[in-house]
């Protein structure tokens, strides 16, 4: 069972910047998918990033250039460096996971289909 935990949300102004990291515990496995998607009330989950096992990384057209993922293997962490922040960013940002491995990391995490989340931490810019 992979533990996630997010932290580093808050309330930044427009323009601003602020990173978010996600902590995994439960596994030996290192074969890892994760992402982050992120989520308003009443809205739909929308996917932000995933990172493949191998490093690959992508991203929604709605962050590109001003976010960026990363993983760091060794600290069982994963981030998301978010810059030039906008009021249309607002949301709660959650960090997703799965052990499958193989490639198609970005499409699980855009159809929510990883098998672990964490609780989520709230982004505000205004």
């Known amino acids: 069972q992979v533990q996630l935990v997010e932290s580093g949300g808050g309330s930044v102004q427009d323009g601003g910047s602020l990173k978010l990291t996600c902590a995994a515990s439960g596994y030996t496995y290192s074969r890892l998918c994760m992402g982050w998607f992120r989520q308003t009330p009443g809205k739909e989950r929308k996917v932000v990033a995933a990172?493949?096992?191998?490093?690959?990384?992508n991203y929604t057209n709605a962050v590109k250039g001003r976010f960026t993922i990363s993983r760091d293997k060794a600290k069982n962490t994963l981030y998301l460096q978010m810059n030039s922040l906008r009021p249309t960013d607002t949301a709660m940002y959650y960090c997703a996971a799965d052990l499958r491995g193989g490639p198609g990391c970005y499409e699980r995490v855009r159809e929510g289909d990883l098998d672990f989340r964490g609780r989520g931490t709230q982004v505000t810019v205004s």
């Open positions: 990172i493949e096992n191998d490093g690959t990384t």
